[in-house]
């Protein structure tokens, strides 16, 4: 059975710090690009970061360049997503979504990411 796991997150203040992590069980992490979205209230889905599966190339949405970092450690099945300067802007519920070659993907359960001014 898949699983993907988030954790990490939580209440911060305006220009705080917050790792989120993403432990993945049941499949073979090295063979996945892994994603990390974010979802505000009212708002849609949104895709923050990406990493592919060697961990070589990245990608980020405009609105976190700069203040998150994603990263993977393929030994512990586990992805991260550190996060620097936080803003109110950055309050949702963070989702990992690990997406195989062939376009079959798995979400997590999402962690609440809370940032007060």
């Known amino acids: 059975q898949v699983r993907l796991v988030e954790s990490g997150g939580g209440l911060v203040q305006s220009g705080g710090s917050l790792r989120l992590s993403c432990a993945v069980s049941?499949?073979?992490?090295?063979?996945?690009?892994m994603r990390w979205y974010r979802q505000a209230p009212g708002k849609e889905r949104e895709l923050v970061a990406g990493i592919s599966r060697d961990g070589g190339a990245t990608d980020y949405a405009d609105s976190v360049k700069g203040r998150f970092t994603i990263f993977r450690d393929n030994a512990k099945n586990t992805v991260y997503l550190q996060m620097h300067d936080l803003e109110p802007e950055d309050t949702a519920v963070y989702y990992c979504k690990a997406v195989f070659p062939s376009g079959v993907f798995y979400w997590g359960q999402g962690t609440q990411v809370t940032v007060s001014s």
């Open positions: 049941g499949l073979s992490l090295s063979s996945y690009s």
